[in-house]
T-cell receptor, first 115, second 116 residues
Framework: NAGVTQTPKFQVLKTGQSMTLQCAQD?????MSWYRQDPGMGLRLIHY???????DQGEVPNGYNVSRSTTEDFPLRLLSAAPSQTSVYFC??????????????FGDGTRLSIL | GDSVTQMEGPVTLSEEAFLTINCTYT??????LFWYVQYPGEGLQLLLK?????DKGSNKGFEATYRKETTSFHLEKGSVQVSDSAVYFC???????????????FGQGTILTVHP
């Protein structure tokens, strides 16, 4: 049972570079989301998807793009990295949009540093 | 919009001490409330939840009671262990129509360190 798999675990980028954070789940979950975790601020929602072909913005979407071409994968793209995007990024999934009884399953995170 | 406020950390305790981590929330209607735990180097795991007023969630010796009158969901454990050292997050999600429907709104997290 792989659950939610994120790659890479660590990455260092220079300002202006682009990269894609990968997220895959093998639980056939419809709902997937990306959060960033910053000290003293908890987790903040970046983008989410309620199913293949459908994405929407969360609380802090600027500077990030997502797509959902398959149920399994939900990559997060940084088009032009900025130091303010230094953070730990978590991908999560659940059977359907979160309701009272469906917890989200989280990946182990990607620690990203922008120099 | 919805929000969650946790007590400031970090919290440092000796083994077998009593633990309380305060959590209060602001939300419309009747949100569901959660505590998540993050062990070092890992993602978040659901620790416990409560979906209606006066519900008590419990797991691994941890408990939290949904208090609608005080909009609180404080986490407690009677006797902590070194293995409980982690970051604890309080979170909520709204029912359909609410600001946080389909999403988790998190508190800022509380770092707990337990010494032998």
């Amino acid at each position: 049972n792989a659950g939610v798999t994120q790659t890479p675990k660590f990455q260092v980028l220079k300002t202006g570079q682009s990269m894609t954070l990968q997220c895959a789940q093998d639980m056939n979950h419809e709902y997937m989301s990306w959060y960033r975790q910053d000290p003293g601020m908890g987790l903040r929602l970046i983008h989410y998807s309620v199913g293949a072909g459908i994405t929407d913005q969360g609380e802090v979407p600027n500077g990030y793009n997502v797509s959902r071409s398959t149920t399994e994968d939900f990559p997060l793209r940084l088009l032009s990295a900025a130091p303010s995007q230094t953070s730990v990024y978590f991908c999560a999934s659940s059977i359907r949009p979160l309701d009272r009884n469906q917890p989200q399953h989280f990946g182990d995170g990607t620690r990203l540093s922008i120099l | 919009g919805d929000s969650v406020t946790q007590m400031e950390g970090p919290v440092t305790l000796s083994e077998e001490a009593f633990l309380t981590i305060n959590c209060t929330y602001t939300a419309t209607g009747y949100p569901s409330l959660f505590w998540y735990v993050q062990y070092p180097g890992e993602g978040l795991q659901l620790l416990l939840k409560a979906t209606k007023a006066d519900d008590k969630g419990s797991n691994k010796g941890f408990e939290a009671t949904y208090r609608k009158e005080t909009t609180s969901f404080h986490l407690e454990k009677g006797s902590v262990q070194v293995s409980d050292s982690a970051v604890y997050f309080c979170a909520l999600t709204s029912p359909a129509g609410g600001t946080s429907y389909g999403k988790l709104t998190f508190g800022q997290g509380t770092i707990l360190t337990v010494h032998p």
